[in-house]
């Protein structure tokens, strides 16, 4: 918005500059739409602090594009662009700023939920492996049980065979 803003200290054309100071206005209002909605979404008290001091930028900001428009627009651009240099760009200095401390604010949070995350993919392997290898025991022991419950019927048979083939009862 405030590239536009300056754009319209050097146009002639009535039309442009009222196109390009609307435009910027309108930026603006969707940059404080767009912070009202990340403020509603905000459940953290961090992020909410952030939040709050960037809005509070863009009320002070606000009034003071607005007295900047009605300069240029009376076409009191000298005015206008100490207005500019003076209160103008300082907001958005500050503005930037508080910007880039919550896109790090939630770049950490963000990296902070991937290690949970990856964490708890961790544990999931491990219950899952442990499981598998219970489950192989589990499966083993029965083999054996089971293989056994035959055999050992199979083997008396044997054993009894043998003993009426040798004479022996």
Do not use: W
């Not at 300069?71 to 500050?94: H, N, T, W, Y």
């Not at 993919?121 to 419950?149: C, P």
């Amino acid at each position: 918005a405030t590239r536009g803003m300056l754009s319209v200290l050097v146009m002639a054309d009535p039309d442009q500059i009222k196109k390009e100071l609307e435009n910027a206005r309108r930026k603006s209002a969707s940059a404080s739409a767009a912070v009202a909605r990340l403020v509603q979404s905000t459940r953290d008290a961090e992020g909410a602090k952030i939040l709050e001091a960037i809005a509070q930028i863009q009320a002070k900001f606000l009034p003071a594009q607005e007295a900047f428009s009605k300069l240029v627009l009376e076409d009191r651009k000298d005015e206008a662009m100490v207005k500019f240099m003076f209160s103008l760009r300082p907001q958005q200095a500050k503005y930037f700023e508080q910007l880039d401390h919550y896109i790090a604010y939630q770049n950490a949070a963000m990296t902070q939920a991937g290690d949970a995350a990856g964490a708890v993919t961790r544990r999931t392997q491990l219950l899952v492996l442990a499981l598998a290898a219970i489950a192989a025991a589990i499966s083993l022991g029965v083999a054996f049980l089971a293989t056994r419950s035959i055999t050992r019927p199979l083997n008396q048979v044997v054993d009894i065979a043998r003993r009426v083939a040798d004479g022996r009862s």
